[in-house]
């Protein structure tokens, strides 16, 4: 399974000019190539910056949904969980093409704001299950001794409530975060030249040559990824991987 991602990071260090290919020697030429290439570098800011937005908005949305959802009573409460839950089990390929008709059909341009509010319907899931997790074992007598004390309920929640779950929200944050980073069906029918995501920008660079500029693209992006899981799973203590 670890196979393919230790034959993308060697080749991001082979001197060879196509990948894969066999290795020749040590190079750091491709990474230096990465650094003075606008089109990859463009990409990679539109990725952050949309998985960023999204990612901070699905996590002010999904932190009081899961409140709701996990200290309220009220009637439908499964099928409220199971609509927010549904983009889920939706392939994301048909999610986009579905998307880019509607828009078509709509006039709607496609837009960054607009792949934002995508991105936020997509991840939407993961930042209600997470703090929902948190939230399930939390102490709410804490919030009510709190309340005793004449603090109101916003300061409770910024006091207590916050930082006690702050382990479920920043896991779902970051993985978020990363799904939307590394998403590639709704990118692939929402973007436009004027933001091209990196997934894309990968696809398209494929189409036009195979040398190892790809893999040391990747490379970072497995970099990333493993460092965020490792800082999650230490210092957070919430599994993002099972």
Known sequence: MLLPLVVVIIGSFNSAVSFPSPFKSFTLRWYEALL???????????????AISA???????????????????????????G????????????????????FSMFHIKSSLAGLIAVHVVFITPYIIRAVTSTLIFFDM????????????????????TLPL???????????????????????????????????????AHLESRLDPIIAAVGSIIILGVS?????????????LIM
Do not use: C, Y
């Not at 702050?166 to 004027?194: D, E, Q, T």
């Open 141 to 160: 007598s804490l919030e009510e001794a709190g309340m005793n004390l004449g603090a109101g309920r916003l300061r409770v929640f910024f006091l207590i």
């Open 36 to 50: 003075h290439h606008d089109e990859f570098l463009r990409s990679i800011w539109v990725s952050t910056e949309i």
């Open 83 to 102: 609509f927010f839950m549904t983009p889920l089990i939706i392939p994301e390929i048909a999610a986009g093409l579905a998307i880019l008709q509607m």
């Open 165 to 203: 779950i702050k382990s479920g929200v920043s896991a779902g944050f970051i993985l978020a975060f990363i799904i939307s980073f590394i998403n590639v069906g709704l990118s692939l029918f929402l973007s436009s030249p004027m933001f091209t995501t990196l997934p894309i920008r990968i696809f």
């Open 227 to 239: 460092i965020i899981v490792v800082f999650v799973d230490k210092f957070l203590k919430v599994r």
């Open 55 to 81: 990612a901070t908005i699905a996590t002010l949305f999904g932190i009081p949904v899961s409140m709701l959802l996990v200290r309220k009573d009220i009637p439908g409460k499964d099928l409220i969980n």
